[in-house]
């Protein structure tokens, strides 16, 4: 268990409180009877009980625990949440994606990306656990996990199931009444976009949170829980494997940023089937991206 783990630091100073009752030379109970006392698992009193002697508090000799001296204020741990959240572990692990250029089959080792996404283990499996649902990564038979490739099939087949969604959102946008916070929103993303045209030449990396962020707010007006978690796969595999042929990158992500824009515009009018239209049209851009980019690769 990673010493900075909440749950570790929280037994810690728990222990620290149950030594305060004690006298040097005194002996602590059993490790079953602390497990019980801190309401902590076995494993962790262990790693208390570690940290408890290589901090001088105790001796460790066996199943002998004896006090060696009174505890103090220093000796306590910050319990203040010091992981990123799991929004931000996405976030950085979309990027790190991309930036690196990370290929299919490479090794994703648990440990490792713990420590580069400041965050703890447990929270990691899960997070790639989540992404296993959808075939992105797979468990290694020898432990840790690897970054799966992505055929033309698969890619076929999200992107046809990302328009069903899509084009039914960016209808449900022109629905929606004056006072909704979505066009506050939109407002918001129309002058991101002209800003990042201003600069496209230098930054256009940052398009793809941008793009996140557009998608984002059309899809969030409609309420399904399974459409949130779609939009994480559609960052992983959209941004991912059709950024690969950097050289039209920058072109390409201009050419989003019109669409976008287009898309917007048609919303604001309130005019369903231009709206419709204009997100099937950059959709099926971002398609046959992804198939190229698949070809060039020689994955498709």
């Not at 505890?71 to 979309?94: H, P, V």
């Amino acid at each position: 268990m990673a010493r900075t783990d909440s749950r570790f630091r929280a037994a810690y100073n728990q222990a620290l409180d149950h030594l305060g009752g004690l006298t040097p030379g005194d002996a602590l109970p059993s490790e079953m009877k602390l497990a019980e006392t801190l309401k902590v698992s076995r494993t962790v009193v262990r790693s208390v009980l570690k940290r408890l002697a290589e901090s001088g508090i105790i001796g460790l000799d066996g199943r002998h625990k004896p006090l060696l001296r009174a505890t103090r204020k220093k000796d306590r741990l910050a319990e203040r949440e010091e992981y990123i959240s799991l929004r931000e572990l996405e976030r950085r692990f979309l990027e790190w994606v991309l930036r690196f250029d990370v290929p299919a089959g490479t090794p994703l080792n648990v440990a490792r990306l713990a420590k580069r996404f400041s965050v703890p283990p447990h929270l990691l499996q899960e997070f790639l656990a989540g992404l296993g649902q959808f075939g992105l990564v797979e468990r290694r038979s020898r432990g840790g996990w690897r970054l799966l490739g992505f055929t033309a099939d698969y890619a076929v087949e999200l992107s046809d199931f990302r328009l069903l969604l899509e084009v039914n959102a960016a209808r449900c946008v022109t629905q929606l009444p004056d006072g909704d916070p979505v066009w506050a929103e939109l407002d918001r993303l129309d002058r991101a976009h002209l800003d990042l045209l201003d600069r496209i030449d230098s930054d256009f990396h940052a398009f793809s949170r941008l793009d996140e962020d557009f998608h984002a707010v059309v899809n969030g007006v409609v309420r399904n829980r399974f459409i949130t978690d779609f939009q994480k796969v559609i960052s992983l595999i959209f941004h991912y494997h059709y950024q690969w042929d950097k050289q039209l990158e920058r072109d390409r992500n201009k050419a989003a940023i019109g669409e976008h824009r287009r898309i917007i515009a048609a919303m604001r009018s309130r005019d369903p089937i231009a709206a419709q239209a204009a997100m099937q049209a950059h959709l099926a851009t971002s398609k046959e991206t992804l198939i190229a980019s698949l070809r060039v690769n020689q994955l498709a």
